[in-house]
């Protein structure tokens, strides 16, 4: 019974030390930056949640802060608990943050509308966001896309949207391929493993992209010619979020074997514009001082890196995480023209939302019809380009 007393005397000072010890590991949060915090990110076992778990792991170890992380199937799901205020941040994508400030898709609907999106980072890592097809299609380049069986994701119209960009850049259309419809995007990348489809578009970290490099068919990436002017100007009217990018992390890519090709950020941390200035400060500079924890934690983390930011991109960054960038002296007087520009962007978008709303419709489909005219109108008008005019 003694030896029994003694022992868990023992046990209790070492778990105080490792307590103390814990402690003393731990440094202040930022100012702002609440006790706990909740993102929406994508679902469950995507590169995204991955990421946003790794990035809550370094926050829990570096200042006792805990992240909650709230998975979605789709940009709406991800989107819907910034706007209802569940959550304060999400790693979303371009559909729940570009296609959301336009309010085009599946945010052009009554309640939806266009959205006051705001940025904090960026994740610009190694991988590549484009169209991926199986090697034994004979397909090189995006024109090579031509009369090939392509996948069409049913309910997701970023993921089309981006291919009916790519197919432009080869001056294509869903004409010119053999459109075959999938439920989901897993299920249209599992279309081009088991031969039902020829090219699907995906993440080159996605783990479908490593079950089509590693099946019979294989993988390959059609390259989007950098040098082609005018190729990325017609994939940039359709899709502004796309810059030229050698893919250098992925399946059957690396440092040694890139590929001359299309991508965008991803994930893109993103708040409401309403959301509190110190506590989006706070948030970015969390994510900058807690990089170092989490950058090798997850695939794709090395994008979240500083020198990695695009202060220029197609969503406005939001005022805090602008003081914060302000401080490290990388927000420069152009970015902030340009950041004045998208807000005025929004600023026209939501005055024609909010005209369209006042206005009499005979059903849903008629306003959906009245706010894609009001909305090109308006945007043209402004001097903007309106980029999607109909869905």
């Not at 599946?106 to 705001?118: D, L, M, N, S, T």
């Not at 849903?364 to 999607?388: I, N, S």
Request: net charge positive; proline share 4%; no cysteine.
């Amino acid at each position: 019974m003694k030896l029994n007393l003694t022992l868990a005397r023992v046990a209790t000072v070492l778990l105080a030390w490792a307590g103390l010890g814990l402690a003393a590991a731990q440094t202040a949060a930022p100012p702002g930056l609440p006790a706990t915090l909740a993102w929406s990110a994508y679902d469950v076992g995507s590169g995204g949640y991955n990421q946003a778990v790794a990035i809550g792991n370094a926050m829990k170890q570096r200042y006792g802060v805990n992240l909650r992380v709230l998975p979605g199937k789709s940009d709406v799901a991800r989107t819907l608990p910034v706007r209802e205020g569940q959550v304060q941040f999400s790693a979303n994508g371009v559909g729940g943050s570009y296609l959301a400030q336009e309010g085009v898709f599946e945010f052009g609907v009554k309640a939806w509308g266009p959205q006051p999106i705001r940025g904090l980072m960026l994740n610009n890592s190694d991988q590549v966001l484009t169209v991926v097809a199986a090697k034994d299609s004979g397909v090189k380049t995006v024109a090579d896309l031509k009369g090939k069986r392509v996948a069409w994701v049913i309910g997701a119209p970023s993921l089309n949207q981006n291919i009916t960009a790519i197919l432009a850049f080869a001056n294509l259309t869903w004409n010119d391929v053999k459109r075959v419809d999938f439920g989901g995007f897993g299920a249209a990348m599992d279309g081009v493993i088991n031969g039902q489809a020829d090219a699907a578009f995906t993440s080159s970290i996605s783990g479908k992209a490593y079950q089509l490099a590693k099946s019979p068919r294989g993988i390959v990436y059609p390259v989007i010619a950098h040098s082609d002017k005018a190729g990325w100007e017609r994939m940039n009217k359709t899709a502004p979020f796309f810059f030229p990018f050698m893919g250098a992390e992925g399946a059957e890519l690396d440092k040694d074997h890139k590929v001359e090709s299309a991508s965008y950020p991803y994930p893109i941390l993103m708040a409401y514009d309403r959301q509190d200035a110190n506590s989006v400060y706070a948030m970015t500079r969390a994510m900058v001082e807690t990089f170092a924890d989490y950058k090798d934690a997850a695939p794709g983390n090395a994008g979240w890196a500083v020198e990695r930011q695009n202060f220029a991109w197609v969503i406005p960054f939001h005022d805090g995480a602008i003081r914060y960038w302000k401080e490290r002296g990388l927000w420069k007087p152009e970015h902030q023209a340009h950041n004045d520009r998208l807000v005025a962007r929004q600023k026209v978008l939501a005055d024609a939302w909010k005209a369209v709303q006042g206005a009499a419709h005979a059903d849903d489909k008629a306003f959906e019809q009245a706010w894609m005219k009001a909305r090109a109108d308006a945007l043209t008008k402004a001097g903007f380009d309106a980029v999607v005019t109909s869905w």
